[in-house]
């Protein structure tokens, strides 16, 4: 006779107090979907071929135009700062950035293992598309100071991502305010670099070298030094992103030409030879 009462206080104790439980009706979609627009991102895959490794090769890319996305938005975010002598403000900018890089640089995981006959399997789906044709990932060049004026030839059939590039190219890039608020600071910047035309790639100046082995012989608390570690952990990111990028590359197509056309493995190799902010790294040897 006992087990009913069992049975029931069992489902007396897993019972939901109504007051506690989660609402459930909403009129339309939920809030949720509202605010993240899942539906949306959920349905943006729209696949060429029949081979099952394509999905996560095509929602892998996706992500990471997220990612370059909101890293964009943090490297604008420090700009402004910086332009504006709110140093703390850039340097937590560029810390949330190096977390999102570390996020960004983890995307590689799902493809790095891809043998050439996997990729091969989707890999005509491309087309003559590439990730050196991305706009997103090309704004976050221009404001590392990787400038090219050639780079906005591929969007000229976008307008709005060819006016937002054609922008980006003739504003200062990151490390283009950080030199100017060194010349505010009172440091011996050259006119040469703070005048220079900014829609060129940024070159190296043994001037701004000693302006940032000078400080690094300084105070290792100072504002200005952790703004210079802060630069740094994103720059080392960035080479390991292109590493990653032409590790990945190498594995699943060898030496062959890339789908847009590039060098493939040859273009990356360049592209992962060269360091940003190169001054905040050659300055080391003069410590």
Do not use: C
Not at 30 to 52: C, G, N
Not at 97 to 104: F, G, N, Y
Request: aromatic content about 8%.
């Amino acid at each position: 006779m006992s087990e009913p009462v069992e049975t029931a206080g069992a489902a007396a104790a897993g019972a939901v107090d109504p007051a506690e439980a989660p609402n459930l009706d909403f009129a339309g979609t939920t809030p949720y979907e509202d605010y993240v627009q899942a539906d949306v991102l959920t349905h943006l895959q729209h696949l060429r071929s029949d081979d099952p490794g394509e999905m996560v090769f095509l929602v892998t890319t996706q992500v990471m135009e997220l990612w370059f996305t909101v890293i964009v938005h943090e490297w604008e975010t420090a700009t402004r700062a910086l332009r504006e002598d709110r140093v703390p403000v850039a340097v937590d900018a560029l810390k949330r950035s190096v977390r999102e890089l570390e996020a960004l640089n983890a995307s590689w995981t799902p493809l790095a293992q891809l043998t050439p006959a996997q990729f091969n399997s989707y890999r005509a789906a491309l087309g003559e598309g590439s990730g050196f044709q991305s706009a997103m990932y090309r704004r976050m060049e221009f404001l590392l100071g990787e400038k090219s004026a050639s780079m906005l030839v591929p969007h000229r059939g976008a307008p709005r991502a060819h006016a937002e590039l054609e922008k980006a190219l003739q504003e200062p890039s990151v490390y283009d305010e950080v030199l100017a608020l060194l010349a505010r600071r009172g440091y011996a910047v050259p006119a040469a670099v703070l005048d220079r035309d900014l829609s060129q790639r940024y070159e190296p100046s043994p001037q701004v070298e000693a302006v940032w082995a000078e400080l690094y012989a300084g105070d290792q608390n100072g504002e200005l030094v952790r703004l210079g570690e802060a630069l740094t952990d994103v720059g080392e990111l960035v080479w390991r992103w292109r590493n990653d990028h032409l590790v990945a590359t190498r594995r699943a197509m060898g030496a062959k030409t890339g789908t847009g056309g590039s060098a493939g493995v040859a273009w990356l190799e360049k592209r992962a030879a060269k360091n940003v902010f190169p001054e905040l790294w050659t300055a080391r040897s003069h410590v």
